[in-house]
Structure formats: structure tokens, C-alpha cells
């Protein structure tokens, strides 16, 4: 059975950007996350080695916004990475990155990038 653990909008401050002000004075981001894992252990047992812990996930998502990247797509695939490497129960998800006040001359709410992956097929 799998099932999903969401991190919705989570905020943070960050340095990333294609323009040098970008990394110097930073941005508003929202980060979602939705991480697909076999939780069937924390549901029939109410144990917590049998999910996976949300404040962890978002200490993982915080130290990669922590690293400064041109992309955003960068950006996604390390928080992707970092979960695979430290979330053995991920066996897929969805991440969205977004940049909330992006230098364009637009009004526009947010622009992002969003990774889905699987690694079951």
C-alpha cells in the first residue's frame, strides 16, 4: 500500500538565481513536497520507524535551499537526491520549487519547477 507525505508551501529565504543581486540579496521560496512510501507499519502498528518523519523532511529540503544554485531545477533535483539518499522508504514523489518574487517585469504569483519522479517503473 503506499501512501504519501505532503509538505505544503513550506517557506524559506534562499540565494538562488541566474543574476549575481539574485545570490547577494537572496528571495522568497516555497517548496511542496509529495513523498510516496509503503507506510503500512505506521498504520497498522502506530509506529514511527514505519513512516517517514515530516521534520526531517524538511530539514533535508532546508539544507539543500541552504546551497546557493543558478536553476531551480538544480535546486529540485539535490532536494530529490538528498531524499533518495537519507529517505529509504521514498520510493517516489512530486517537488515544487518556487521562486516567489522572480526578476521579471510581470506580475505574476510565483515560477517554479516541479520534478515527479518513480522508482518503481
Not at 15 to 40: K, Q, S
Amino acid at each position: 500500500m503506499t501512501t504519501t507525505i505532503e509538505i505544503n508551501r513550506l517557506r524559506l529565504y534562499a540565494f538562488h538565481g541566474v543574476l549575481p543581486r539574485e545570490r547577494e540579496v537572496g528571495n522568497e521560496f516555497e517548496v511542496t513536497l509529495h513523498l510516496e512510501c509503503d507506510m503500512t507499519e505506521a498504520m497498522t502498528c502506530d509506529r514511527l520507524d514505519g513512516t517517514v518523519s515530516y521534520a526531517d523532511v524538511i530539514e533535508l529540503v532546508k539544507a539543500e535551499m541552504a546551497v546557493p544554485s543558478q536553476l531551480l531545477e538544480h535546486v529540485a533535483w539535490r532536494i530529490k537526491s538528498a531524499v533518495e539518499r537519507d529517505l529509504p522508504k521514498v520510493t517516489g514523489g512530486y517537488i515544487k520549487v518556487a521562486k516567489l518574487r522572480p526578476p521579471v517585469t510581470a506580475q505574476l504569483e510565483s515560477a517554479a519547477v516541479t520534478l515527479k519522479w518513480n522508482n518503481n517503473g
